[in-house]
Structure formats: C-alpha cells, structure tokens
C-alpha cells in the first residue's frame, strides 16, 4: 500500500490546516480496514491523533477532540485531517498510516511526513 501526504505548513496558533493522503495499492494481500493520522514532535514518541476505520468510525486523541476532523472521500480515495484552533503543542511532523486493526495500530503503510509549524 502507498501513501502520499500533503498539506502541512505553516500556520499561527488559533489558525487552520487540512492535510491530504492518497491511498493506493489497498489490493494487495494485506486487507486495509482504515487509515490514521500521527505526528511526532522533536523529542517525542510518534502518538496516534485520529483514525476512521471502515470509513466511517472515527477516533480521536484526548488533546485534539473537538479541534480536528478526519474524513474520508472513497471517491478519491483520499483521507483529510481538518484541524483548526491550532495550539504550538500541535506542531510535529505529521505521517498518515494504513492499518489492518480497528485501532489503527497494526500499520502496514506509512505516507512521508508532512511538517506543520504553529507559531505563537
């Protein structure tokens, strides 16, 4: 499975961002039962922000309910990350993933980072 992210940037505290990953290659012999968002911070274990299982289930980390929005456009096969009321702490590189688990947690694919910079 590829994947190919887009859409980081930089951005002040209180602002928006949305990032991009197209998914291909969901084929194969693994079977992809959704897709996740992570980031990782300089210094810091990458940790899961958001996931959408079977398209349509979605989870989200404590520090970004209610700020970001993960969606997914079957057409496209594309999943977005819709965040909004940036804080600094929300700066990291952020990596999409696809996974075989309801938990987003077995990957079997990672898109490159995409860099998102909050400024204070």
């Known amino acids: 499975v590829q994947l190919q992210a887009s859409g980081g940037g930089l951005v002040q505290a209180g602002g928006s961002l949305r990032l991009s990953c197209t998914v291909s290659?969901?084929?194969?012999?693994?079977?992809?039962?959704?897709e996740g968002w992570y980031r990782q911070a300089p210094g810091k274990q990458r940790e899961l922000v958001a996931s959408i299982i079977n398209g349509d289930d979605t989870i989200y980390a404590d520090s970004v309910k209610d700020r970001f929005t993960i969606s997914r456009d079957n057409a496209k096969n594309t999943v977005y990350l819709q965040m909004n009321s940036l804080k600094p702490e929300d700066m990291a590189v952020y990596f999409c993933?696809?996974?075989?688990?309801?938990?987003?947690?077995?990957?079997?694919?990672w898109g490159q980072g995409t860099l998102v910079t909050v400024s204070s």
């Open positions: 290659g969901t084929g194969s012999i693994f079977s992809i039962s959704g």
């Open positions: 993933a696809a996974a075989i688990d309801s938990q987003c947690r077995v990957v079997r694919g």
